[in-house]
């Protein structure tokens, strides 16, 4: 069983069975951060392990959405002697491995790939509290010690911590010295979505769909259902998708998020969709199958009765310490588990139904299956001065006293000042501002005729600790306005792109497409074009030649007008090539 | 066949044959009397008893009858599980959304009636997704989800989906198969390949003798009526096409099990048509004499306003020059 207790008022679980590992969680994340901050946690979590990279120890640190984690493996002196590192460097952090660490974490950053999940996020959230935690880690280039200090003495204090150990007791002798505080609880989770269920087409090649539902045990089985029944459906019978997925991941103290993402075949994803909506209406209407259910707890069983069964809850109990929740006894849970019945999935299914949020193939919509379409644009532009860009009346940028938007033929898009998230900086001038809900204002001054003060508006009204100043860009990759005015340099006028802002690489936004240039098939597709236009252009050339050679009987008038008519061709063909060759050069 | 002399009688009035359905079928006259009647257990009791096929008649007579709406709503609202008057209910909404839309080609369509007419099928949809989800097996819910797939433009794969659910439960499906050609042709988005492929897999894979070959003939009656195609006698002369005819008719109509089989009516109607056109008087006779005063408007009417007139033409030239 798991026992409770506690060193130095931190509070303890513990199990005398299992392996000897031992963990220290705070209850502070990415989530905490403001989209400013970006990165501070994660950093802090890096630091903290910094002094123990040398020992022989197993340990590793997590840093999540809502909870950071230390961990180690190894006998009671081991443990001790981790813990106490841990908490001693979080006391003093290494500051002069400012620089490094910030290096360390910008590759890490670079392998992680635009995802489902994180897309899923962004639109449900915006650029706050869960959903800022999908974006980059802005915060680490202008992230001062100062601003380490502060974070750690409000996130890790001894209130805000709990331990686990399994395999041992607390460890006699151990001493955590953390600063005292508070308790944080998890901010409740904004949702950015005027209505659902909603849907937005996103990915070409995945649907994804993420519901928001009470925390419970028959939450849990009817995740695993559901997956069942999507590889059933989907995958075994059909073959519209390869690797089906349903997450189940704690959000609070009551509430959970269901995620639901599937792999699609492209030319399959009209079908897939419609298989998709159906499989969930079924969980929520139709008959289940009651041996789904068995095995599904057949398996959630073995889960909570093998060897070890106790000790691997330990984090998620120790995470529950946290939110302020009792620990549930393993026979409980076990007894939750069969009296789970087709009737709670069925509540279930309904609960992630109305919260849903579907992120459909990209070109297919679900407004026929009862999901309103997310807004692409914002409600409103700001009152201001207009400005257009030099040589390209495709879109307005408008500055304002209350915020900024920049205003195309698809709509305004608006950051209000007070809703600025984070206001990204460049020495050239240039201003990309990020608002709550995931809407992104990017400012090219190189790109406008703006009078003298203009910026320092912006900057005026902007909450300087939201303002993140980015390295200078070297000079092609700030955008110059077209020669003329039909040039077609400059930002594409979609208002949500064009902000990538050099060395870091901005998340997909909302509305944002992933790639501007064309992508790998279209490419192959122009090279293809360009090949068979050559060749046709070399037939062409060559019969206009042919018909050079007299024949005896041949109307001289008519072949002069073949001749004609082919070097047209001809020349019509090698315009062709000329002007997809410029498409390739434009990615 | 056997024929009613009555029937016979009236039908020299009006010198036409008998395209109803409701005088054709005893179980779905019985049905449109309870309809009339607003006597829903009578028309589920019709239903229960009807064949696939005059199942999937019921649903759509109730759902082309206007005002009816309402009586469906009520007989859902006291029974929300009543997966048939759900079924009807989305039907007499994709008939509304028609009726809002017009049949006309796309441009001929004002925003906001293309607006109600998506309203409404997309209220049908999601009446049947219900349906579909509480009882997979029930066909006719699946087979009017082929309706609301192709008016809200969700794709030949889907409709494909669709129909295949369908088929699950209800193999051979010949008024299924009707609609997803329909839905597979180059007007509602399709292609010719597609629709082609589709009407064959449905004659191969259904038992010798079967009405279903017939589609084959429906298919070239598409063609022969498309803009693609510059004219009616160029596609009839095709050797191919009248290779596949006759295998299509060896498979159905000419096969020692046809008589055996159901759904005669709609066969005999569609070859005794395209053999007219081919100009194949006995084979057309033939089947003129198996109709007996019956036919199915399908084909008819793409060759003339008044499809009654058409058929009578061509039955008088047969039976004359066979």
Redesign the interface.
Not at chain 1, 284 to 287: I, L
């Given at each position: 069983m798991i026992n409770l207790a506690q060193v130095d008022s931190i509070p303890v679980v513990y199990t005398e069975e299992g392996p000897p590992l031992a963990g220290l969680v705070f209850r502070v994340g990415s989530a905490d951060e403001l989209l400013s901050q970006r990165g501070i946690t994660h950093l802090i979590e890096h630091l903290a392990l910094h002094r123990l990279g040398t020992t022989d120890y197993h340990f590793n640190g997590t840093t999540a959405p809502y909870f950071t984690s230390f961990f180690t493996r190894g006998d009671p002196a081991a443990v001790v002697a981790f813990l106490e590192q841990v908490v001693s460097s979080l006391n003093d952090l290494p500051i002069n491995r400012l620089d490094i660490e910030k290096g360390v974490l910008r590759t890490e950053e670079d392998g992680r790939s635009i995802s489902m999940v994180r897309q899923l996020n962004l639109w449900r959230h915006g650029a706050v509290g869960r959903g800022a935690s999908t974006y980059a880690e802005l915060g680490l280039s202008g992230v001062h010690p100062y601003d380490l200090t502060r974070w750690i003495s409000r996130y890790f204090t001894r209130q805000n911590a709990a331990l686990w150990f399994s395999g041992m007791e607390p460890p006699a002798g151990l001493r955590l010295n953390l600063p005292s505080g508070a308790r944080e609880p998890i901010r409740e989770a904004v949702s950015m979505l005027p209505t659902t269920p909603a849907f937005h087409p996103e990915f070409p090649q995945h649907l994804g769909l993420h519901g928001v539902v009470k925390r419970s045990t028959a939450a849990m089985v009817f995740a695993a259902v559901w997956q069942r029944e999507l590889f059933r459906r989907m995958r075994q019978e059909?073959g519209y998708c390869y690797t089906p997925t349903v997450d189940y991941s704690v959000s609070d103290a009551t509430q959970a998020a269901i995620v639901a993402i599937a792999d699609i075949a492209p030319?399959?994803?009209?079908?897939a969709?419609?298989?998709f909506?159906?499989t969930l209406?079924?969980l929520?209407?139709?008959?289940l199958n009651p041996s789904v259910l068995e095995e599904v707890k057949t398996t959630s069983r073995s889960a909570l009765t093998e060897a070890g069964a106790e000790a691997s809850r330990l984090p998620g109990a120790a995470m529950d310490l946290l939110l302020g929740r009792p620990i549930m006894p393993i026979e409980a849970l076990r007894a939750e588990l069969e009296a789970v019945t087709p009737a709670d999935l069925h509540a279930v299914a309904a609960e992630v139904a109305a919260s849903a949020l579907l992120l459909t193939p990209a070109g297919l919509t679900a407004?026929?299956?009862?999901f309103a379409r997310v807004p692409d644009t914002s409600e409103k532009a700001v009152t201001g001065r207009p400005f257009v860009p030099i040589n390209n009346p495709d879109y307005t940028l408008v500055i304002g006293v209350d915020g900024v938007s920049v205003v195309n033929k698809a709509g305004p898009m608006t950051v209000l000042y007070q809703d600025c998230q984070a206001m990204l900086t460049r020495p050239d001038g240039a201003r990309t501002l990020i608002g709550a809900d995931g809407v992104i204002c990017s400012i090219e001054p190189t790109l406008f005729t703006l009078p003298e003060g203009m910026l320092d508006t912006i900057d005026q009204h902007v909450p300087p600790d939201r303002v993140v100043r980015l390295s200078a860009r070297s000079p092609e990759q700030i955008p110059m306005p077209p020669q003329d005015p039909t040039g077609q340099a400059g930002p594409s006028d979609d208002s949500r792109s064009g902000t990538e802002p050099g060395d870091y690489e901005a998340p997909s936004q909302p509305g944002a497409p992933v790639s501007r240039g064309l992508g790998p098939v279209a490419r192959t597709g122009v090279i293809l074009a360009i090949v068979v236009l050559g060749i046709l252009t070399a037939m062409l050339v060559l019969l206009t030649l042919a018909l050079l050679i007299p024949a005896p009987d041949a109307d001289p008038e008519g072949i002069v007008f073949v001749q004609v008519f082919f070097s047209v061709l001809a020349v019509a063909c090698a315009g062709g090539i000329v002007g997809l060759s410029f498409l390739l050069r434009r990615r | 066949m056997a024929v009613n002399v009555s029937i016979l009688a009236a039908m020299d009035r009006y010198r036409g044959p008998i395209f109803d359905e409701a005088v054709q079928i005893p179980v779905v006259g019985r049905a449109d009397a309870a309809l009339r009647a607003n006597d829903w257990a009578s028309l589920q009791a019709a239903f229960t008893e009807a064949t696939m096929q005059s199942r999937h008649s019921i649903v759509r007579r109730a759902g082309s009858m206007k005002g009816s709406e309402d009586f469906y709503r009520g007989i859902l609202q006291s029974n929300p599980r009543d997966l048939l008057a759900a079924t009807v209910l989305a039907d007499r909404y994709v008939r509304m959304a028609w009726e809002a839309r017009g049949t006309g080609s796309y441009s001929t369509v004002s925003p906001q009636g293309y607006a109600t007419f998506q309203g409404y099928l997309r209220t049908a949809e999601q009446i049947l997704i219900g349906v579909c989800a509480q009882q997979p097996q029930f066909a006719p819910a699946w087979a009017v989800r082929l309706f609301t797939a192709t008016g809200l433009d969700l794709g030949a794969v889907e409709i494909l989906r669709r129909y295949q659910r369908l088929s699950s439960s209800s193999p051979h499906d010949l008024h299924a198969q009707f609609i997803t050609l329909q839905d597979l042709l180059p007007k509602w988005g399709g292609t010719w390949e597609m629709a082609h492929d589709f009407v064959w897999e449905c004659a191969n894979a259904a038992p010798t003798g079967s009405p279903n070959a017939a589609l084959v003939v429906m298919y070239y009656l598409e063609r022969l009526i498309s803009d693609d195609v510059s004219g009616v006698e160029e596609v009839l002369r095709d050797p191919q096409v009248r290779h596949e005819i006759a295998a299509a008719a060896q498979r159905s109509v000419k096969n020692p099990a046809f008589d055996a089989k159901a759904d005669k009516v709609f066969a005999l109607s569609l070859f005794a048509l395209i053999f007219s056109l081919l100009e194949d008087w006995p084979s057309a006779k033939d089947c003129f004499t198996r109709l007996g005063p019956y036919a199915v408007e399908a084909g008819w009417e793409y060759f003339g306003e008044d499809p009654s007139a058409v058929f009578n033409e061509a039955r008088q030239e047969a039976m004359s020059k066979a």
């Open positions: 059909n030319e399959l994803r009209e079908a969709l419609g298989e909506i159906d209406a079924s929520q209407w139709g008959e407004d026929w299956a009862g | -």
